[in-house]
């Protein structure tokens, strides 16, 4: 496992990166007691690699080695008037080194270059450390209910 020491570089996925994707992205379904399906993944990723029309997809190096990934899709808001955004997800190995934090940091100012009014974000309940993670560089909890409905 790399050395959380060593420089961490962030930068816009690309199609090379699919690989490292998959993998970090089966860890992330097994840490967050979801079903991974390498075909649904790779149909997840693919089209954010391919360009930005549906979001981006940033990930997180160290000595070439990819240790994290934020993804980010958009969507669009009457509410606040543009652009709103869902960090679709975020994963990082190992925890607590600081990688999480870098990932945020340049999700959001990603987000302010494209003029976005608005991130969302889910969290299962028991994930109290992300939930701290996240109240460290400034969000805060919805009163909102996510439902959903899969249409198959």
């Keep these: 496992m790399t050395a959380t020491r060593e420089p961490i570089d962030v930068r816009r996925a690309t199609s090379g990166d699919l690989g490292d994707l998959l993998v970090l992205g089966a860890e992330y379904a097994t840490a967050d007691g979801h079903r991974f399906d390498i075909e649904v993944a790779e149909r997840g990723f693919g089209p954010l690699l391919d360009d930005d029309v549906l979001g981006v997809i940033l990930v997180a190096a160290a000595n070439d080695e990819t240790v994290g990934y934020a993804a980010v899709t958009w969507g669009w808001s009457i509410e606040v008037g543009g652009?709103?955004?869902v960090l679709d997800e975020l994963y990082v190995r190992p925890r607590r080194q600081g990688i999480g934090s870098l990932?945020?940091?340049?999700?959001?100012?990603?987000?302010r270059a494209r003029d976005v009014k608005r991130i969302f974000l889910e969290?299962?309940?028991?994930?109290?450390?992300?939930?701290?993670?996240?109240?460290?560089?400034?969000?805060?909890e919805d009163d909102s209910i996510w439902m959903s409905k899969e249409l198959t």
């Design 123 to 140: 969290t299962e309940r028991p994930n109290d450390g992300a939930r701290r993670l996240y109240a460290r560089h400034g969000w805060s």
């Design 83 to 85: 652009l709103d955004v």
């Design 103 to 111: 990932l945020l940091v340049a999700v959001e100012a990603a987000c």
